[in-house]
């Protein structure tokens, strides 16, 4: 395990795993668990701040190789499904194995739909990006609810909404700018999605330790 999927983790003992069918999560989820010893919040925001971090930085490596058509976009691409699958496991200490594995998912289709985004603007394919582009936005919603059904004192669900919409915003400004060849814009917008995207961890990690404020210290 990561040094920082370990500090996630310490934060609270993953309790039983609900059936399939009730992978999303109830807002007494912690109700169960156990109390290990506290988490420094400081340690805990970094770490969270760290998986977003890895989610655009590799985003911004895979389409810097798909756009260029480089032979390394299909490894760029697997290491930033891998973040996923890292960022899952993050709340599974806090929301359960199920609803771990549920933000996976949605996550892992946040990139797969994004990656067709992507091909579909180098082709010009006009009906590929207005589809690609419509199930990029239902996913984006899917993942703002099922966080705020969560948390939804701390992560409203229009709020989450309108975050991970406006992340969406800024990271197909970023492609496009980079597959039209203008650097100082793609430059500019990328420096946008990381400070946006570390705004949204912050949110992310304040909602959870206001959520279970004595597995923190």
Partial sequence: MSPILAILALALTVPPTPP????????????????????????FHDAMRKLWEDHVTWTRLYIVSAAAGLPDAQPAAER????QADI????????????????????RSHILIAADLVKATKA????????????????ADEVADFLSDA????????????EMRHHLDLTLQEAQARLRGDWAADI??????HEHILGMADVLSGGIVSQFPRRFK
């Fill in 124 to 139: 010009g394919d006009t009906a590929g990006v207005e589809s690609a582009s419509g199930r990029w936005y239902a996913n």
């Fill in 151 to 162: 948390n939804s004192r701390n992560w409203p669900r229009q709020t989450l909404r309108s």
């Fill in 88 to 107: 899952g496991n993050a709340i599974k200490p806090f929301y359960g194995e199920a609803a771990g594995e549920r933000l996976t998912a949605l996550l």
């Fill in 20 to 43: 399939p069918d009730q992978a999303r999560v109830p807002a007494h989820a912690h109700s169960a668990a156990a109390s290990p010893a506290p988490v420094g919040r400081g340690a």
């Fill in 80 to 83: 930033l499904l891998r973040n």
């Fill in 188 to 193: 500019a917008a990328y420096d946008t999605v």
